[in-house]
Nanobody, 126 residues
């Protein structure tokens, strides 16, 4: 049984930082596309960042590029999302996804990911 578990959400002031973690089990961590998505109230879920765990640079949405950093720890089957210079518009439920397809035209699309966590809330106040 595949499990995807996020942690690390919470509240922050604008300009602050938060770090999200996502651990996957029951699924081969290596050679796996994992990513972060977010959904704000009244909006569609959007891709934030993704990485092919077998190697390569992470993908980032333009809205977070230069502020968010995706990293991974293969020994823990975990990816992280370091969120810096947070803005109120970053407020959303953040979801981790695994079993995806990493490519320029796919990493940001939820339909290309098979396994999802339950989400963790991030709230940024001005």
């Amino acid at each position: 049984q595949v499990q995807v578990v996020e942690s690390g959400g919470g509240s922050a002031q604008a300009g602050g930082s938060l770090r999200l973690s996502c651990a996957v089990s029951g699924y081969p961590y290596d050679s796996n596309c994992m990513g972060w998505f977010r959904q704000a109230p009244g909006k569609e879920r959007e891709g934030v960042s993704a990485v092919y765990t077998g190697g390569g640079s992470p993908y980032y949405a333009d809205s977070v590029k230069g502020r968010f950093i995706l990293s991974q720890d293969g020994a823990k089957n975990t990816i992280y999302l370091q969120m810096n210079s947070l803005k109120p518009e970053d407020t959303a439920m953040y979801y981790c996804a695994a079993g995806g397809v990493c490519g320029d035209g796919s990493w940001y699309q939820e339909r290309f990911f098979s396994y999802w966590g339950h989400g963790t809330q991030v709230t940024v106040s001005s």
